[in-house]
Structures are given as structure tokens and as C-alpha cells.
């Protein structure tokens, strides 16, 4: 049984950063593909980044903003978000997958557990 905890979380200037953690339980940790969403007030869950297999994805709104890594370790996924935009602020979520193709990583549909939710505000 996989569970995540979130933190990192706050309020930040715009154009300031900020890390967001996902700590993760379970034996097979390192066989999940780990993303993170975020869901703006009014608005969908998004898809902000994904890693998997060595590799890494963004949305085209965060890319070379916002870095995803994993340090297996310490059972941990990070969320380095640099370059903060009002934009941004939202709940972000971390969640685990079983499911790899990276075609399928930004569907919401595919993870399971999911994070409590820490919430970012980026003021102008």
C-alpha cells in the first residue's frame, strides 16, 4: 500500500520559488510513475509533470520553469518550481501510478493514490 504525504507548500512572490516534496511509502516506490497536478479555483485538475522510466514530462505552461526528480533513497518526489507566476497558484497534488506509457501520463484516470493536496499562492 502506497501513501503519499505532501509538503512544501506556502505563499510567494511572484517570480520567487519554491520545492515541493512528495514523500512516498511502499517497497515498489521506484516502479511507480509519480506526477503532479494542480487544480486552480473553478478550474480541472491539470497535469503539471510526470517522471517515469528515467525520464521527465511538463506541460508546455511550466516547462523550463518547473523541474521534476526523483531521489529513490529517501522514497521522495520533488517538485522544483522557479520563476513563479500568479498563474501558478493553485492545490498541487502528487500521485503514483503502476501505469508507465508515457502517452497515458496526463491522465488523472491512471493514478492511484493521490496526496492530501499542499496549496501554492503566488501573489503579483
Known amino acids: 500500500q502506497v501513501q503519499l504525504v505532501e509538503s512544501g507548500g506556502g505563499l510567494v512572490q511572484a517570480g520567487g520559488s519554491l520545492r515541493l516534496s512528495c514523500a512516498a511509502s511502499g517497497r515498489t516506490f521506484s516502479n511507480y510513475a509519480m506526477g503532479w497536478f494542480r487544480q486552480a479555483p473553478g478550474k480541472e485538475r491539470e497535469f503539471v509533470a510526470a517522471?517515469?522510466?528515467?525520464?521527465?514530462y511538463y506541460t508546455d505552461s511550466v516547462k523550463g520553469r518547473f523541474t521534476i526528480s526523483r531521489e529513490n533513497a529517501k522514497n521522495t518526489v520533488y517538485l522544483q518550481m522557479n520563476s513563479l507566476k500568479p498563474e501558478d497558484t493553485a492545490v498541487y497534488y502528487c500521485a503514483a501510478s503502476k501505469t508507465s506509457a508515457s502517452q497515458l501520463l496526463r491522465r488523472p484516470g491512471i493514478y492511484d493514490p493521490w496526496g492530501q493536496g499542499t496549496q501554492v499562492t503566488v501573489s503579483s
Open positions: 517522471i517515469s522510466a528515467g525520464s521527465t
